[in-house]
């Protein structure tokens, strides 16, 4: 997404698009995040007492949706949430600009996941409380990305000087959308782009990535594997395509073999955001470069951190 938005400060602000965020902003999201680990359950309990968080997911969702709302109870918010499109007036006609409006009412922040791809400028608008985007159709997904990068510090306590390879559905997949530009704004990383034909990372992304990191597109993984440091895999967004026989076609084209690791180094990390299908064989979740399961639990801290930081005015904000 091409944001128009002003850069969030965070209090009361949108979270929108990777794009809005500064290298400043996310270390700051990072940082609360790692103290919000630290923290005992008993620690965190009234932060947020008072406020309350509605979840709006007119799209399926189950680590999205339920870290937000753990996150949130965690900090002694209260919940209101529509988990599927069916149960609320959206599949009556509402127009979504409608349902924020009234969800705003009854609320302190919204958090949206919706199907549709285009510009939320018009829908933030429509709202009085904050609202972050927790998934917009194949654009993009910047809370994910936060975690992905909380992941990565974790693992290699670092974000700077990495190899990562995107696999999978770069076309859809709104997670790689997001976390790419979020690696971007950290310096010396190196992308190897890894899709079937077809499935390529849309131009618009590829253009505002060329302003700022060095990639490299591929078709397999061949030769590849080796040099990485992060391999992040993703599924076939199924969902996305307009027919079976077209997403039929890339089933199975991506599928990471126990084998094929043979040649990685020690400390190759595999990712993905989950839900995973056949790309991610079972079989490697034993291997000593599974960290998706991590990469899920870490959800809630950033979630918990970004909740925070949008509804808690601090001095000199
Ligand atoms: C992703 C999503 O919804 O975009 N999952 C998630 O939020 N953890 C990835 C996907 O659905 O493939």
Redesign the pocket.
């Known amino acids: 997404m091409v944001s128009v938005l002003k850069r969030p400060r965070f209090f009361h602000d949108n979270i929108v698009s990777m794009q809005d965020l500064t290298r400043k902003d996310i270390e700051i999201v990072l940082k609360l995040a790692k103290k919000f680990e630290k923290m005992s359950k008993v620690q965190k309990s009234r932060l947020l007492k008072g406020k309350r968080i509605l979840t709006l997911f007119l799209?399926p969702?189950t680590?999205?949706r339920l870290s937000f709302e753990a996150a949130a109870l965690n900090l002694g918010a209260q919940i209101l949430s529509v988990s599927d499109s069916k149960s609320s007036s959206f599949s009556k006609g509402e127009t979504l600009e409608d349902t924020v409006k009234i969800c705003s009412m009854y609320s302190d922040l919204i958090v949206l996941?919706e199907p549709d791809s285009t510009n939320l400028g018009f829908v933030l608008n429509s709202s009085t409380v904050p609202i972050i985007n927790?998934?917009n159709g194949f654009d993009e997904?910047p809370t994910?990305a936060l975690t992905d990068l909380f992941t990565i510090q974790k693992r290699f306590g670092r974000l700077t000087g990495l190899n990562i390879a995107f696999v999978g559905d770069l076309k859809f997949?709104?997670?790689v959308h997001s976390l790419s530009f979020a690696l971007g704004k950290f310096p010396r990383n190196n992308f190897f782009l890894v899709s079937p034909k077809g499935l390529e990372m849309p131009k618009n992304f590829l253009k505002e990535l060329d302003k700022t990191i060095e990639f490299s597109k591929h078709s397999t993984l061949n030769g590849l594997i080796s040099k990485l440091d992060v391999l992040y895999m993703?599924?076939l967004?199924r969902e996305r395509f307009k027919s079976k026989s077209d997403y039929k076609k890339f089933e199975k084209s991506f599928t990471l073999k126990k084998e094929m690791l043979n040649c990685a180094k020690k400390s190759l990390t595999i990712m993905h955001?989950?839900?995973r299908v056949e790309e991610l064989p079972k079989d490697l979740d034993l291997t000593k470069h599974a960290y998706y399961f991590e990469q899920?639990s870490f959800?809630i801290f950033v979630r918990e951190a970004l909740l925070f930081l949008l509804l808690k005015k601090r001095n000199g904000r």
């Open positions: 799209e969702s680590r999205t996941r927790a998934g997904h994910q997949g709104r997670t993703t599924r967004q955001p989950l839900p899920a959800a």
